[in-house]
C-alpha cells in the first residue's frame, strides 16, 4: 500500500536567534507561528520543520499541534493572521514547507 502524504497545520513556539534571516525589531520573546508541511505523519511533520528552521537558526521551544489540514481543527479566530488555506495551496503546488507568519506569542495570548 501507498504512503499518501498529507499536509500538516504545525503550530510552534520558537525563538529566532540573531542570525536568522528573519529580523524584527528589538522583540525578544517568544513568536509564535503557522506552517504548512507535507509529510506521511505528524512525527515526520514535526521533525522536518524543526530540522528546517534550525538551519535558519529558529529554536523550536515548543510544538502547540500538527494536525492533518482537512481535519479543519486548526481553523481559529487566529486563522486570518496566517492565511492558513493560501498556505495549503502553496504547499501543495510546490510540495515543501511552507512558512505562516511568525509573530510574537504574547498579542495573541491577550486576545484570548
Known amino acids: ?17 540573531l542570525r536568522s534571516s528573519i529580523k524584527f525589531d528589538d522583540y525578544d520573546g517568544l513568536y509564535y507561528s503557522r506552517s504548512i ?3 506521511n505523519s505528524p512525527e515526520e ?14 529554536e523550536v521551544v515548543e510544538i502547540l499541534s500538527a494536525v492533518d489540514f482537512n481535519s479543519k481543527s486548526w481553523n481559529s479566530k487566529h486563522d486570518e493572521y496566517f ?16 512558512f505562516g507568519l511568525f509573530t510574537p506569542k504574547e498579542p495573541l495570548e491577550e486576545e484570548q
Open 1 to 17: 500500500m501507498k504512503n499518501t502524504v498529507k499536509f500538516w497545520v504545525v503550530d510552534a513556539t520558537s525563538n529566532i536567534l
Open 83 to 98: 492565511s492558513t488555506t493560501e498556505l495549503h495551496k502553496k504547499s501543495r503546488i510546490s510540495n515543501t514547507i511552507i
Open 37 to 39: 508541511v507535507p509529510a
Open 45 to 58: 511533520a514535526i521533525k522536518e520543520l524543526t530540522s528546517v528552521l534550525k538551519e535558519d537558526h529558529i
